[in-house]
């Protein structure tokens, strides 16, 4: 576990004292030993709450709703994948030889749960602060670039569709493919009257989100 204390100590966690924890959430269900799945859901917790923390100090003067919308997509799954890849979790990650053929090491899901995995591990391995501490320094500039609160493209084009006097988008999974750790899924969105846009992506909401971006992209 060498490899592994060196990538910790290089991503800012430091005093580890539990490290077979931290093995255990790098460990994918593939393998048949016990897995991360446990951490990730305490871990998505963690950083739920440290990321809600951050963005109700930076952005003292907002409601609710954009805190919200905010904070659905910083801790998104593509994000937490975004910020594994941004510390090159990739190749630490233990799978099974069929999940290392498949190539989950660069699955977003995969990464995603890693991630929330590795911030629930610090939870129990060392508290709440050096939890919140890791999250800021791994989200800090993300909250700090997003100078307007983001407007989700589903909701934007249920807007567009009311002030167009439209019936309301229509949202379709067209196909499911890939093994069950790195599922993706097509999904289709239409409005009565125009030609459906069809997306793909690691999660039926983010293919609806990214259907509904390009369907903005091209009637709006």
């Known amino acids: 576990m060498s490899d592994l204390s060196a990538w910790l100590a290089a991503t800012g966690i430091e005093k580890v004292g539990d490290l077979p924890l931290y093995e255990r959430a790098m460990t994918h269900g593939s393998t048949g030993r016990p897995d991360y799945q446990r951490l990730e859901f305490l871990g998505d917790r963690v950083l739920g709450l440290a990321v809600a923390e951050m963005l109700y100090d930076q952005f003292p003067d907002e409601p609710e709703g954009k805190l919200s919308h905010r904070l659905n997509a910083l801790v998104s799954g593509t994000t937490c994948a975004e910020v594994a890849r941004s510390l090159d979790a990739g190749p630490l990650i233990i799978l099974g030889k ?60 249920q807007e567009w569709a009311a002030s167009s006097a439209r019936r309301p988008p229509v949202y379709e999974i067209v196909a499911r493919t890939g093994p069950a750790h790195s599922r993706l899924f097509k999904v289709s969105v239409s409005v009565k009257g125009l030609d459906p846009i069809t997306a793909t992506a690691p999660s039926k909401r983010e293919a609806e989100t990214r259907a509904a971006k390009a369907f903005l992209e091209k009637y709006r």
């Not at 999940?99 to 911030?119: F, H, K, P, Q, T």
């Not at 391995?125 to 100078?147: H, N, T, Y």
């Open 98 to 157: 069929q999940a290392r053929s498949d190539g989950a090491a660069e699955s977003d899901n995969v990464l995603g749960d890693v991630m929330e995995s590795i911030i629930g591990a610090l939870f129990l391995d060392q508290g709440i602060d050096p939890a919140r501490r890791f999250v800021e320094s791994l989200w800090r500039d993300r909250i700090i670039a997003a100078a307007t609160a983001p407007r989700h493209p589903k909701s934007l084009l």
